[in-house]
C-alpha cells in the first residue's frame, strides 16, 4: 500500500504570495492532520479534516485554511505568505478520526519564504 | 497552558548502551500519550502509545516507555541501541476532549556513536 504523498516536496516563495500544499492519504483512509515543523517552535498542529469537514483547528491565524475533498485529498492554503512561515509541513492521515488510529505522516514540504 | 517538556535536547550514547530519553508534561486529569521517531529528511513514525490499561507501553524497534501519572512523566527506553536508532524523537500528549489535538515536545535527538 501505498504511504502518505505530499506535493511539492520543495518549494520557495516570496513574503506576500500564496502556496497551496497536497496531501494524498493512505488509500481507505479518511482523517487528514497537517502540522508546522520549526526549529523554533517545533512541531504545532494546523487542523484536523474528516470526511470533508474540518474537526478541529489549532492556534495559527486565519491566513492559513485547508480543505479536504471526497476522495479523502487534502489541501492547505496559506495566504499573504511571511518570513516566519518558513517550515516543514507535515501531513499525516487515519483511518478514522481518534487518537484510536495511528497516524502515518508523509514525509512533508518544505517551503521557504524570501 | 498545557505544555511537554523534552528534557534533553541531544543524547549521545555509544552503540549497545542503554538509553533513556525523558518526556514531563503538565498535569491534567486524563492525557493520552506518544512517542514518535523521525528520521532525516522523513516524516514522523509512531514508536507507541499510552491510552489506557498497563503504565508500562511496549513499541516497535525494542522501545518501551512508562507512564508515571504521579510524576507526570513518560520516559522512554531502550536497553541497548544500534547505529540506526540515530534519530530524533518525540514526545506527544493530549490532553484529552475528543476534540483535543496532540502537543509535541521540543524533540531529543539520539545519536548513537560505534
Known amino acids: 500500500k501505498a504511504g502518505v504523498t505530499q506535493t511539492p516536496r520543495y518549494l520557495i516563495k516570496t513574503r506576500g504570495q500564496q502556496v497551496t500544499l497536497s496531501c494524498s492519504p493512505i488509500s481507505g483512509h479518511r482523517s487528514v492532520s497537517w502540522y508546522q515543523q520549526t526549529p523554533g517552535q517545533g512541531l504545532q498542529f494546523l487542523f484536523e479534516y474528516f470526511s470533508e469537514t474540518q474537526r478541529n483547528k489549532g492556534n495559527f491565524p486565519g491566513r492559513f485554511s485547508g480543505r479536504q475533498f471526497s476522495n479523502s485529498r487534502s489541501e492547505m492554503n496559506v495566504s499573504t505568505l511571511e518570513l516566519g512561515d518558513s517550515a516543514l509541513y507535515l501531513c499525516?492521515?487515519?483511518?478514522?478520526?481518534?487518537?484510536?488510529?495511528?497516524?502515518?505522516f508523509g514525509p512533508g514540504t518544505r517551503l521557504t519564504v524570501t | 497552558a498545557q505544555s511537554v517538556t523534552q528534557l534533553d535536547s541531544q543524547v549521545p550514547v555509544f552503540e549497545e548502551a542503554p538509553v533513556e530519553l525523558r518526556c514531563n508534561y503538565s498535569?491534567?486529569?486524563?492525557?493520552?500519550l506518544f512517542w514518535y521517531v523521525q528520521y532525516p529528511n522523513q516524516g514522523l513514525q509512531l514508536l507507541l502509545k499510552y491510552l489506557s490499561g498497563s503504565t508500562l507501553v511496549k513499541g516497535i524497534n525494542g522501545f518501551e516507555a512508562e507512564f508515571n501519572k504521579s510524576q507526570t512523566s513518560f520516559h522512554l527506553r531502550k536497553p541497548s541501541v544500534h547505529i540506526s536508532d540515530t534519530a530524533e524523537y518525540f514526545c506527544?500528549?493530549?490532553?484529552?476532549?475528543?476534540?483535543?489535538?496532540?502537543?509535541f515536545g521540543k524533540g531529543t535527538k539520539l545519536s548513537v556513536k560505534p
Open positions: 498535569s491534567s486529569v486524563s492525557v493520552y
Open positions: 499525516a492521515s487515519s483511518l478514522e478520526a481518534g487518537l484510536s488510529y495511528e497516524q502515518y
Open positions: 506527544a500528549v493530549h490532553y484529552g476532549g475528543s476534540q483535543g489535538n496532540l502537543i
